[in-house]
């Protein structure tokens, strides 16, 4: 043990010199929970008091009523003058050889025989005129179809009313819905998303200190020499796991205290919901993050010992990471099979998302996803200590 415990001080000095290299590690950990809260920030302020919507209205007397039914509703006439200047300097731009993109609008036609129409009873004609391939558009579209079917239905039941028709004969079916669900299981859906960014923070805050302890030291000429100390092969593995290891579980640890001290700033209540990041689950995700790190640690390591260069390990390792991504993420979504609640890294998640939305904690689901990793790990460890033992792997042959 004192050589594993001098081997990892080693290790972690070694780390600590080279400060850009880890910290390109935390960056992640550090950060990511940052750019979400700010984004949730912005979606939920487009979600609550959405911008106006300007749109070009054609013949726009025709339907005083439906023009300010949908002023209400945040939708106005847009500056038509404005726009025909704006087309004409992007026009220009364009001549000029400037990219300049073209000017995107929706116009609505009214039809010039709709007040007749209306009165007469009969349906009268709306046309939307939109390019829907434009993903920017594709949100005010669907917004203007929507209150342009709510009118509809407004108009629909006076007209019933008008002919002594209760509207509610068009209602055959009164649906009610008893939402069960908590506030906290409603924040639970975000978390689902956070969780998916805190795992994936293990596997990230530790692959630059992975790669550089083994295609590293190896390119550096150093990991021969420290075989030939009184050194034996399974301590110099375990030692290179337990500083990786390490590594990723102080990204677990940026990543939680971010995440519980930004997520307060978000305001969830105006979505109905509240997200908290209790002491509670901090301390479960710190359990179940162990094993999931020496895995990572493994794996990383496993995969860097099996490079020829320090760039072709960062490029294999790339390519392994989408394996715990693409796992993580089904596990998010509810994408995938059930079979994926016994799997490592999804297994974990899945149950971390129950106990986040207040369900009982599948123990089961957790203890053989958990010990799964644990079994990977341990593969991947006898594998590295094995190919150690093998020159062309020590000396990059």
Known sequence: MNKIIAMVRKELIDAARDKRSVMAGLYYAIGTPLIMCGLFMVLIGQLT????????????????????????????????????????????????????????????????????????????????????????LQNSIRRLERQLQAYSTEMGSLRLIARGIDPRVMQPLKVNIHDQATTDSKGGMILGIAIFTMIYSVFISGMNLAIDTSAGERERNSLALLLSHPLTTRQ????????????????????????????????????????????????????????????????????????????????????????????????????????????????????????????????????????????????????MERSLKSEKVIFGL
């Open 49 to 136: 008091s959405p911008d106006d919507l300007k749109i070009t209205i054609t013949n726009p007397d025709n339907a005083p009523d439906l023009v300010r039914f949908l002023s209400n509703k945040g939708i106005t006439q847009g500056n038509i003058k404005a726009a025909n200047v704006k087309d004409s300097t992007a026009k220009a731009s364009t001549e000029n050889g400037a990219d300049t993109p073209d000017l995107k609008a929706i116009e609505m036609i009214i039809s010039t025989d709709y007040a007749a129409q209306m009165n007469q009873g009969k349906g009268a004609e709306i046309t939307i005129v939109a390019d829907n391939s434009d993903e920017k």
């Open 236 to 383: 110099l593995v375990l030692s290179k796991i337990i500083a990786v290891s390490l590594f990723a579980l102080l990204g677990l640890v940026l990543i939680l205290l971010v995440s519980k001290i930004a997520y307060t700033f978000v305001p969830w209540q105006e979505l109905g919901f509240s997200v908290n990041i209790t002491s509670e689950f901090m301390a479960l995700m710190l359990v179940v993050g162990i094993p999931v790190a020496l895995m990572a640690a493994c794996l990383q390591l496993f995969v860097s010992f099996m490079a020829k260069s320090f760039k072709e390990a960062q490029s294999y390792l790339t390519i392994v990471l989408f394996v715990p991504l693409a796992l993580s993420m089904a596990a998010s979504y509810n994408i995938a099979p059930d079979m994926l609640q016994w799997l490592p890294v999804s297994g974990q998640q899945q149950a971390l998302m129950d106990f986040i939305k207040g369900k009982d904690l599948p123990m089961l689901q957790l203890l053989v996803s958990t010990l799964s990793t644990l079994a990977i790990a341990v593969l991947l460890a006898f594998g």
